[in-house]
C-alpha cells in the first residue's frame, strides 16, 4: 500500500506500508457444566473469557434464561477493550418461598370465625333440634375453609426446578454465548 501524504503548502512525500487488519474476537467458557442453590440462597460460577485475538470495546455479560424471581451479578461487570484472559465470577441469587395473604389490604377472611360467629351461631341455634348438628358440623367447615383461604396464599421464591443458564457476552457488534445448568432446590 502506498501511503501519500500533502501539507498545507502542497508539498508531498510517499511511502509504503502494510496494514494487517484483525478481526475481533474472543470465547466464553464456563468452568462449571452445572451448579446447586437452595431457593433463598446464591450459587456461583466461574465464567473464562478468552481473548483470541481481542475485543476492540468494551465487553458487557448479562444473563439470559434465569429462573423467575433470581438475579445475576458478574465481578468484574465488564471488561475493558484489550483485556487479557480474565476469570469473571458470576453469583446467581434465588429468592426464598415464602408464604402470602392471599388478598392483602381486604378483610382477610381468617377473621370471619371471629366477627361471624355470633350471627351464625345464632343461626344454627334458629335450625330444628334434629338438624342442629349437622347445622353444626357445616359452620366449622366453613370456618376452616375460611381461614384456610384467608391464611393460604401464593408463594412468591424462585421456583425449584432445573434451568439452563446463557451468559452472553457482547463487544461492539461481536457476541459470544456460553451455558450451564441451574438446579434450584
Known sequence: MILTVVDTHGATAQTTA???VINPGFRLAASLASVNANAGASAT????????PGIAATMTLVCLNLPARST???????LAAGSAQTDVLLTINTTANTAALAHPRILYA????????????MAVVAVP???RRAAAITLA???ISAVAIGCGGSYNGTPKGNYTVTVSG???NLTKTTSFSLTVN
Not at 445475576?72 to 465488564?78: L, N, Y
Not at 381468617?110 to 351461631?121: C, D, K, S
Open 45 to 52: 460460577q466461574h465464567i473464562r473469557f478468552t481473548p483470541s
Open 110 to 121: 381468617a377473621w370471619l370465625p371471629f366477627t361471624g360467629l355470633g350471627f351464625l351461631g
Open 72 to 78: 445475576c451479578s458478574f465481578s468484574p461487570a465488564s
Open 141 to 143: 367447615l366453613l370456618c
Open 129 to 131: 333440634s334434629r338438624r
Open 18 to 20: 502494510s496494514v494487517t
Open 170 to 172: 457482547n463487544s461492539g
